[in-house]
Each structure stands twice: as C-alpha cells, then as structure tokens.
Nanobody, 125 residues
Framework: VQLQASGGGLVQAGGSLRLSCAAS????????MAWFRQAPGKEREFVAA????????SYANSVKGRFTISRDNAKNGVHLQMDSLKSEDTAVYYC???????????????????WGQGTLVTVSS
C-alpha cells in the first residue's frame, strides 16, 4: 500500500487547510488510518486517527475541536480538516495506515505499517 499526502501549504494563524491522503489500495487488513506530525527538533506526534470499520475517531488534546479526520472511501484514504490553525501547528504532516490496531494503541506510531511522504504545513503568526 502506498500513501500519498497532499494539501499542505502556508496559512495565517486562524486560517484553515485541508489535508488529503490517498492510498493505492486498501486491504482487508487495514483497520485504521491516522495523521501524525513532526515539528523541527521534535519527535513525531499523534494528531488524529479513524477506524475503518465504524468510523470512530481519536484526537490529540492539542487539536480536539479544531481538526476533523474523515474517510474518503473513493480514494481509500482520509482527509484532515484543520481549522483555527495556530503557529504551533507548524509541522510536516504524515498520513499512516495500519492493520489489526487495538484501540489502546491507535495513537502509537509503531502501530502503523504504511506511511506517506509527508506534507508541510506552515502557520504564520
């Protein structure tokens, strides 16, 4: 499975961006997709995830209420709608997909076996 992320760019604080992630295929083993981000000098951190079956979602506290993850069944992928962006949201955003992920591990990067190339989001203050 190959993942292609897009939609990053430069936006002013308070603005919005919509990231997209398209997968080359979805296997029956894909149970969840997620977005992570990595700011310069920092570790990769969890942003949001969605379970393919049922569509339940999970968000990092720092983005809850501002970001929305959704499925794109036509492209076997996901979107990340980002509103009320802050300068601290500046990072490279990565989409990821994984199979057989238990709920308690949905925020762990190690749970995901497939990663996209990343798309840069820059929020100017």
């Amino acid at each position: 499975v190959q993942l292609q992320a897009s939609g990053g760019g430069l936006v002013q604080a308070g603005g919005s961006l919509r990231l997209s992630c398209a997968a080359s295929a979805r296997t029956f083993s894909t149970s969840a997709m997620a977005w992570f981000r990595q700011a310069p000098g920092k570790e990769r951190e969890f942003v949001a995830a969605i379970r393919w079956s049922g569509g339940s979602t999970s968000y990092a506290n720092s983005v809850k209420g501002r970001f929305t993850i959704s499925r794109d069944n036509a492209k076997n992928g996901v979107h990340l709608q980002m509103d009320s962006l802050k300068s601290e949201d500046t990072a490279v955003y990565y989409c990821a997909a994984g199979g057989a992920i238990i709920l308690s591990a949905i925020r762990a990067p190690s749970s995901y076996g497939y990663w996209g190339q990343g798309t840069l989001v820059t929020v100017s203050s």
